[in-house]
């Protein structure tokens, strides 16, 4: 099983909608969740992070994270054309002391069409 | 404050050549983090220094190397280039919630 999974898509929404990003992840002693946005030939940029379980809004984005389940997700509202990017779902898994481990997920291409 | 920089932004070597790219993380930030990107593999995680010491390592060769200055700036060597490190490389800083912010990257093409 991967550590870190997202459907690799692409996921197509229209303008406006919402978009829904989804990801799994096996451990379950993972503490702190990331959503990175990476446009085509740029470097990630972090979108938002959560730690604790339930909702965390930040404008049109809202993260969410289930720790029973093992899940963390993404919506983003009132969707643009200028949300198409691939979103990455990094995870942290403490592993003692200073010792940490950040594992990224292969991301979720998301296209708005206008 | 400003960002990550990385230096070169672009790079091309031939196989069997050796490399060294930059990292200047954000001011104040100790940890700094290496990747490696391609389209097949996603981002990988090379290795993390902190206060000038490797404090995490992913599943690279030993081709892959890396320092950390005492003034936090870092480098990553690869020795003996082989094609299939042709990739983006990315450099993060981490602040004190290991949150991490990523530079601009350096691509690298391997011929």
């Known amino acids: 099983q991967k550590e870190v999974e997202q459907n690799s898509g692409p996921l197509s929404v229209p303008e406006g909608a919402i978009a829904s990003l989804n990801c799994t992840y096996s451990d379950r002693g993972s503490q702190s969740f990331f959503w990175y946005r990476q446009y085509s030939g740029k470097s990630p940029e972090l979108i938002m992070f959560?730690?604790?379980?339930g909702d965390k809004e930040d404008g049109r984005f809202t993260a969410q994270l289930n720790k029973a389940s093992q899940y963390v997700s993404l919506l983003i509202r009132d969707s643009q054309p200028s949300d198409s990017a691939t979103y990455l779902c990094?995870?942290?898994?403490?592993?003692?002391?200073?010792?940490?481990?950040?594992?990224f997920g292969k991301g979720t291409l998301l296209t708005v069409n206008p | 404050k400003a960002g990550v920089t990385q230096t070169p932004r672009y790079l091309i070597k031939t196989r069997g050549q050796q490399v060294t790219l930059s990292c200047s993380p954000i001011s104040g930030h100790r940890s700094v983090s290496w990747y490696q990107q391609t389209p097949g593999q996603g981002l990988q995680f090379l290795f993390e220094?902190?206060?000038?010491?490797?404090?995490n390592k992913g599943n690279f060769p030993g081709r892959f190397s890396g320092r950390q200055f005492s003034n936090s700036r870092s480098e990553m060597n690869v020795s003996t280039l082989e094609l299939g490190d042709s990739a983006l490389y990315l450099c993060?800083?981490?602040?004190?919630?290991?949150?991490?912010?990523f530079g601009p990257g350096t691509r690298l093409l391997v011929l």
């Open positions: 990094a995870v942290i898994v403490m592993r003692g002391g200073s010792n940490y481990k950040l594992t």
């Open positions: 959560i730690y604790s379980n």
């Open positions: 220094y902190f206060s000038e010491t490797q404090r």
């Open positions: 993060a800083s981490t602040d004190i919630q290991e949150t991490q912010y």
